[in-house]
Each structure stands twice: as C-alpha cells, then as structure tokens.
C-alpha cells in the first residue's frame, strides 16, 4: 500500500493554488476583460435611459388621459344637473302656466255669470218700467 505523505499544510498549500488558478482562469473569461465589454454595457445603458424616457413619457400621457377624463367626467355631470334644473324650471314653467290659464278660465265664465246676470236684471228693470 502506498504511503501518502500529504501533511496537512501541504494539502492547504495545494488547495490555494487551486483556488487562485481558478481565481486567475475565471477573471481571464470575465466579460469585463473582453474588447467590446465597455462599448456593451454603454448600449445597454443608453437602451435602458431611453426605456426609462419612454415610460415616462407614457405615464405622463396616461396621466393626462387619466385628468381630461376627470374633467369630461365632470363636465358631463354639470351638464346633467344643468339639464335636470332646466326641466325642473321647464315643468314648474308649465305647472304656472296651466295655474294661470285655469284662473284666467275661471274669471272669464266668471265675467260671462256676471254679463248675463246684468243682462238679466236690465230686462227685468225694462218690464217694471
């Protein structure tokens, strides 16, 4: 059987190593280390800042859709009540109207009892004479 005459420092030792050639092999790979990386990120930037611009810009636009709404809500809501008063006027107009036309009525049968009642009491007053 073979002796294996690793010691512990020595197995630490070579675990080190290991580790730093992996450190050294994985920032060799890195992305950060390739030509274009800079130009890349500088796309991704501009693409994000303009992304960030147009979301702006619609939430703007939303917002002012959200508020013309609010007012051609509001608008449409004096309207009705401007509407309801009007015929509320409209029918109280009528109601006066129709109140006025039966008092005119009555005082005018009223005018025709009293005509012929005078017309009356002449003849009579006539025949006595």
Do not use: H, W
């Not at 005459?5 to 730093?20: C, G, H, I, L, P």
């Not at 500088?42 to 619609?58: C, G, L, T």
């Amino acid at each position: 059987m073979a002796r294996n005459d690793d010691t512990y420092s020595s197995r630490q030792e070579t675990s080190a190593k290991a580790k730093q050639a992996q450190l050294a092999r994985a920032k060799a790979l890195a992305p950060a280390n390739s030509p274009g990386f800079a130009e890349r990120q500088a796309e991704r930037r501009a693409v994000a800042e303009a992304r960030a611009v147009r979301k702006s810009e619609a939430d703007a636009r939303k917002q002012a859709e959200l508020v013309r709404k609010a007012e051609e809500k509001k608008e449409a809501l004096l309207a009705a009540e401007r509407e309801k008063n009007a015929a509320k006027l409209a029918a109280e107009a009528e109601e006066a109207q129709r109140v006025a036309d039966a008092i005119a009525l009555k005082a005018k049968q009223k005018a025709g009892r009293d005509a012929k009642y005078k017309a009356r009491q002449e003849r009579r007053d006539q025949r006595r004479k």
